[in-house]
T-cell receptor
Framework: GEDVEQSLFLSVREGDSSVINCTYT??????LYWYKQEPGAGLQLLTY?????DMKQDQRLTVLLNKKDKHLSLRIADTQTGDSAIYFC?????????????FGQGTTLQVKP | DGGITQSPKYLFRKEGQNVTLSCEQN?????MYWYRQDPGQGLRLIYY???????QKGDIAEGYSVSREKKESFPLTVTSAQKNPTAFYLC???????????FGQGTRLTVV
């Protein structure tokens, strides 16, 4: 069945780059997403990548997709204290039902001043 | 402002009682979803609806029920049959053929 795995915790210093990794098992994923969750709040979409792309860059965020290894990563450049949150990787299996998502466990990013 | 509104933000329930969580969206989205979040775990899909008057079970539907009488509304009832209902519940919606889901701010349910 589908499964998405993430490491649970990452700690970086302010100004450094953060790299959050994710692996997934189902090669038929259509879209792969990164969501951010701040304490007590809902999920905010950060970025997504279509499964036929290798890379997507959006300001400080860079997403890399390795389809062969089923590996997705999110790089945050110049990490700030406001980036401290839980980051979820998710996959969607259908282009017509993009809210039906399989989520990883979430990676808690701690940014130290 | 367009968005998804969940209410209440915090909810307390006594064991054995049913409780209904509200989710309303004014984004004109066809599809709506309910997820459950537990500490240290990802979100798990409870129910989803792709069109009015139709809905499907997700991965953890037991002990929950939903209705979709209006496009804008997708309430979730947590019944007394749900053995471990304390959790953070998130509602989402997405347009058909769109690329992303939009989430509400969540309801934290605590059984006391």
């Amino acid at each position: 069945g589908e499964d998405v795995e993430q490491s649970l915790f990452l700690s970086v210093r302010e100004g450094d780059s953060s790299v959050i990794n994710c692996t997934y098992t189902d090669s038929s994923s259509t879209y792969l997403y990164w969501y951010k969750q701040e304490p007590g709040a809902g999920l905010q979409l950060l970025t997504y990548i279509f499964s036929n792309m290798d890379m997507k860059q959006d300001q400080r965020l860079t997403v890399l997709l390795n389809k062969k290894d089923k590996h997705l990563s999110l790089r945050i450049a110049d990490t700030q204290t406001g980036d401290s949150a839980i980051y979820f990787c998710a996959e969607s299996m259908s282009s017509s039902n993009t809210g039906k998502l399989i989520f990883g466990q979430g990676t808690t990013l701690q940014v130290k001043p | 402002d367009g968005g998804i509104t969940q209410s209440p933000k915090y909810l307390f329930r006594k064991e054995g009682q049913n409780v209904t969580l509200s989710c309303e969206q004014n984004l004109n989205h066809d599809a709506m979803y309910w997820y459950r979040q537990d500490p240290g775990q990802g979100l798990r899909l409870i129910y989803y609806s792709q069109i009015v008057n139709d809905f499907q079970k997700g991965d953890i539907a037991e002990g929950y029920s939903v209705s979709r009488e209006k496009k804008e509304s997708f309430p979730l009832t947590v019944t007394s049959a749900q053995k471990n209902p304390t959790a953070f519940y998130l509602c989402a919606s997405s347009p058909t053929g769109g690329t992303e889901a939009f989430f509400g701010q969540g309801t934290r349910l605590t059984v006391v």
